[in-house]
């Protein structure tokens, strides 16, 4: 019995923080159905008097969020995958493979995890300048197919798995590839979920370095698109209901993706070693 108050507080504090974490979400729903007089009225108000739905429709037709939002899917899975697979390959040279100079090569990738990104634009510019990749798919994709991240979150997952079933594979004469795909995979499945989730909500919500690379609205992702819409369909901040409304197609396809792989997002933080 005397651990009721105790979880009865525990419960209190995760709930308030839980509205504290949602609730500016729901503000800004909220706000898309306010005119722009009840969204300036103080005290505000929770609720309109009058939902105006139909802001979220005049938001869609006048800027082509189907466009922008398609950019930014199709280009963060993209570099997910190709992120995957490299960082997966790298981690595994670095763990399974002997070769001089090996810590001091990854002591090198860490350090370059150290530099700002920002210090990497200009020549990162240059490089896709040179190869005619500014304003297309290839050059956004290209530009962030490593993750330095990624190659030391897999490491640290390989170097778990146990070396007795490495050895053994490799007595059955298994190739490199297979031990990877067949043996680490599978073992460190929650590690690989786990990085393709946090890659993929950073490469959607990337803004500043697409806003350098890009200048087409068809390239566009919705980071890039949303400021557009602000300054021109918005007024710059005047037209706030369409503004929430537009800002609310951007966190909308997140949202989604929360919904339907919230299960593996709580597999890969609480794991804490391999199944047996």
């Not at 007089?37 to 429709?57: S, V």
Request: with cysteine; glycine share 4%.
């Amino acid at each position: 019995m005397k651990k009721v108050p105790i979880l009865l507080a525990r419960h209190v504090v995760l709930i308030f923080i839980s509205i504290m974490m949602v609730f500016p979400f729901l503000w800004m729903v909220v706000s898309a159905l306010k005119t722009k007089d009840e969204i300036w009225q103080f005290p505000p108000t929770l609720w309109p008097e009058k939902p105006m739905w139909n802001h979220f429709a005049e938001a869609w037709s006048m800027a082509p969020f189907d466009q922008y939002i398609f950019n930014s899917v199709f280009t963060a899975m993209a570099i997910v995958l190709i992120q995957i697979v490299n960082s997966a390959l790298i981690a595994y040279a670095f763990t399974q493979l002997r070769f001089k100079g090996r810590n001091f090569l990854f002591s090198i990738i860490l350090i370059t995890y150290m530099l700002p990104v920002a210090a990497t634009y200009v020549p990162s510019y240059v490089i896709l300048a040179d190869f005619n990749l500014l304003d297309t798919y290839k050059g956004l994709i290209l530009s962030n197919a490593c993750s330095v991240f990624g190659i030391f979150l897999f490491r640290q997952a390989f170097l778990q798995v146990p070396k007795e079933l490495i050895e053994a594979a490799r007595v059955d004469g298994a190739t490199h590839w297979t031990i990877i795909w067949k043996i680490i995979f599978p073992t460190t499945k929650a590690t690989f979920i786990t990085f393709a989730l946090i890659s993929f909500v950073q490469n959607y919500n990337n803004y500043l370095w697409p806003t350098l690379i890009t200048t087409s609205e068809s390239k566009m992702l919705i980071t890039t698109g949303l400021r557009q819409f602000f300054i021109q369909e918005g007024a710059y901040g005047i037209q706030w209901p369409l503004i929430m409304a537009a800002s609310t197609f951007a966190v909308l396809p997140l949202l989604i993706l929360f919904i339907f792989v919230q299960k593996w997002i709580i597999s890969g933080i609480s794991d804490q070693g391999l199944k047996g």
